[in-house]
């Protein structure tokens, strides 16, 4: 039995401590932190979100412990693993101390608001007995893990085209809206994009070079960008990302994927199921797992801990060169030039 302890109570927190709860024969949550006091005893019904768990509920918590320090449940012998999901800007510390501490670490992304911040981690995880992962949903959401599948097997011939889009309202459930401050959050180009580019990242490796198109709000945060990914001739990566629509806008992600021999086009808002395209037949919707992104991210890190065996699907490195690669977009918004990828 793995005993967790999850560090925040927001949206995210919240989303976690739901796959515990699914996972309980393996894993039990026995401490909670978090700075409001109603969230660390389990009253989220003022926390909302945009996909998954969207709104919060009051939840009896039972015997877990609840924390308004992290770094006493950091340092609490009865937690074997901790789950990040605070603020961006509190990852670095939060997970090198944890690291320190020898429990094996579950952290949101983005992995952090800098490439120095990663490397630093990178090099405590090295350092520490316990697993570390980045919590890099979307190379475990049951359309893009299909989409990566077909594309692997080449089962609809040489990948053509890829469009990645993420769009959304100005998100409004962040406490005190911590995510509207880039310096707290990344901005868009960090907090949203952060997982088409780490799903690119996935699937080809770096680029050759990136050129990104957006424009900063009045507090410095680029709010919307629209990028191309050079890797060659034969093959167009094109990656959408915004939450400069007003708030009632919503949430949606999706991509369009254009093959020598078909298609595949998903948009979660459509409430339309991923659909394949092929020349001279019908239109088909492969049946998708029923679980999320979430439940299978958590159940593969507490299979890594328990084969004593590091996360393969997302490694800390490339988490990194996903906050290399998105502050890079970040930088050529700003220049108006393609920016070359190391």
């Not at 911040?117 to 570390?132: L, N, R, T, V, Y």
């Not at 990242?201 to 198109?213: I, N, T």
Request: with cysteine; net charge negative; glycine share 10%.
């Amino acid at each position: 039995m793995i005993r967790v302890g999850i560090i925040g109570a927001g949206f995210m927190g919240r989303n976690h401590f739901n796959q515990y709860e699914k996972l309980s024969g393996r894993s039990k949550v026995v401490a909670l932190c978090d700075k409001e006091a109603d969230r660390r005893i389990g009253d989220w019904s003022k926390v909302g979100g945009n996909v998954g768990d969207k709104q919060g509920t009051k939840r009896d918590l039972g015997d877990i412990k609840p924390y308004r320090d992290w770094r006493e449940l950091v340092t609490d012998p009865d937690v074997d693993m901790v789950d990040i999901c605070a603020p961006t800007f509190l990852h670095r510390e939060m997970s090198i101390e944890a690291l320190g501490a020898g429990k094996h670490v579950l952290c949101e992304k983005p992995m952090s608001l800098s490439v120095e911040d990663c490397d630093a981690m990178i090099e405590a995880a090295a350092e520490s007995p316990g697993k570390f992962m980045i919590a890099q949903v979307v190379r475990f959401w049951p359309e893009y893990v299909y989409l990566k599948q077909v594309i692997d097997a080449k089962e609809l011939g040489s990948l053509r085209v890829l469009h990645l889009r993420r769009q959304a309202g100005m998100p409004d459930y962040s406490l005190d809206n911590w995510i509207w401050d880039p310096q707290l959050s990344g901005g868009a180009i960090l907090d949203l994009r952060v997982h088409d580019v780490d799903f690119a990242v996935y699937l080809f490796g770096k680029p050759k070079s990136v050129y990104a198109q957006g424009y900063q709000n009045s507090h410095g945060s680029i709010d919307r960008v629209h990028a191309s990914w050079d890797y060659g001739a034969g093959l167009v990566v094109q990656l959408e990302g915004y939450w400069d629509m007003p708030t009632s806008f919503g949430f949606n992600m999706g991509f369009t994927a254009v093959f020598e021999d078909g298609a595949i086009l998903w948009d979660l808002n459509s409430g339309k199921p991923l659909t394949v395209f092929r020349p001279d037949s019908e239109p088909e919707t492969p049946e998708m797992r029923g679980d999320d992104g979430y439940f299978r991210e958590v159940d593969y890190f507490l299979n890594c801990i328990e084969k004593d065996k590091d996360p393969q699907t997302t490694t800390p490195h490339q988490s990194r060169d996903a906050v290399a690669l998105a502050l890079a977009e970040g930088e050529s918004v700003r220049i108006g030039e393609p920016v070359k990828i190391k």
